[in-house]
């Protein structure tokens, strides 16, 4: 591969699988039915950066070469991900995402949760068409470790005594599972030796686990118009967050019964919020989380360290960087 310059120059190292991968999306995104047609169209704008894929067609090309099965899996990988955005939003009662109106909203929850399925469905199809039994069973049992893990966030709802360990538990199964199947399937589909695909798996886990936690500051500190999808919906959930976590373990009895009172209750409004920010910036608390986004980040490349040549090493620390360092 080529020097590592930016996460651009790391989407121009695969961009024949990307538009690959743009062509069989829009193939995949469509339907008889025209209403049907239209919510798939509209759900396509759900696959924003496509960081899933691109890691995808960087690690096959390290091990070997990205073909036509890469690219059915950046793709099936990459629906998986929209269709559970599409029942995310639901769950979480959201109203925009990639500053638009999210399914739900331009049209209901029973369509998106039908949406979401028609999705899920179609990427299991194309995943069958790779005809690699270990990705079947892989991918399908992501899914499920992804569901297992949005139940075990739902049922902790409303619940401030949620600690790191849940947290973590949570989001390496609503979200770093995907990367890590992904990940280690692009590595064993290109013919790596095992070694390299269990690194790669590890590396996965490590990076989804990094990205999440950003994901949940940006929930708390970022810009609607700039983020494109609504913000604060974790506390107006009831989520227990990093952030939130490490500012309840924080405060004093009044400022926490405050907090408290918040996750618990039904709903926030936005001076709740406001209050929720000046106390995160007070206590450093979204600091904290971004130093363990980073630690996890810097996990994720000691997976790969002496296992890559230093310019494949490169474009992985380019990557890394951008999902610490993203603001959308
Ligand atoms: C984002 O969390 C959501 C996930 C990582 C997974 C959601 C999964 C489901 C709802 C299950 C879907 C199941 C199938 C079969 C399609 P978030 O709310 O923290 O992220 P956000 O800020 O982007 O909303
Ligand atoms: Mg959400």
Redesign the pocket.
């Known amino acids: 591969m080529t020097t590592a310059g930016g996460i651009e120059q790391s989407y121009r190292l695969v961009k024949p699988q990307m538009e690959a991968l743009d062509g069989l999306l829009e193939e995949l995104l469509t339907a008889d039915v025209p209403c049907v047609d239209e919510m798939l169209k509209y759900a396509g704008r759900y696959s924003g950066k496509r960081l899933r894929p691109v890691l995808i067609f960087l690690i096959a090309e390290m091990c070997g070469g990205a073909g036509e099965a890469h690219v059915r899996l950046g793709a099936v990988v990459e629906l ?1 991900h929209m ?3 599409v ?3 639901v ?2 009662r ?1 109203t925009t995402r990639r500053n638009h109106d999210s399914v739900n909203i331009r049209w209901n929850n029973k369509d998106a949760i039908l949406l ?1 399925d028609i999705m ?1 469905a179609r990427a299991i199809r194309l995943l069958v068409s790779i005809g690699n039994m270990h990705a079947l069973d892989r991918l399908t049992g992501a ?1 499920s470790i ?2 297992e893990g ?1 139940i075990q966030q739902n049922q902790l709802s409303g619940d401030p005594g949620v600690d790191f360990d849940t947290y973590r538990q949570i989001i390496e199964r ?2 770093a599972s995907l990367y890590a199947a992904g990940c280690e399937l692009a590595a064993l589909l290109a013919g790596a030796d095992e070694a390299l695909v269990q690194a790669f798996d590890r590396f996965g886990m490590s990076l989804g686990t990094a990205f ?1 936690i950003i ?2 500051c940006l ?1 708390l500190t970022g810009e609607e118009d700039v983020v494109g ?1 609504s913000l604060g ?1 974790d506390v107006r959930n009831g989520k227990m967050t990093l952030p939130l976590i490490h500012l309840l373990s924080r405060l004093d009895d009044q400022e926490r019964a405050e907090i408290e009172a918040l996750i618990r209750g039904d709903d926030c409004s936005p001076d709740d919020i406001a209050r929720v920010r000046e106390l995160l910036q007070v206590h450093g608390s979204v600091a904290h989380a971004l130093g363990l986004a980073r630690s996890y980040v810097e996990q994720s490349l000691a997976t790969l360290r002496g296992l890559l040549p230093p310019r494949d090493f490169g474009v992985v620390e380019e990557l890394a960087a951008f999902v610490l360092e993203r603001e959308l």
């Open positions: 998986i269709a559970t955005l029942h995310d939003d769950l979480d959201a979401g899920f899914v992804i569901c949005e609503k979200t999440q994901d949940d929930d999808k919906t």
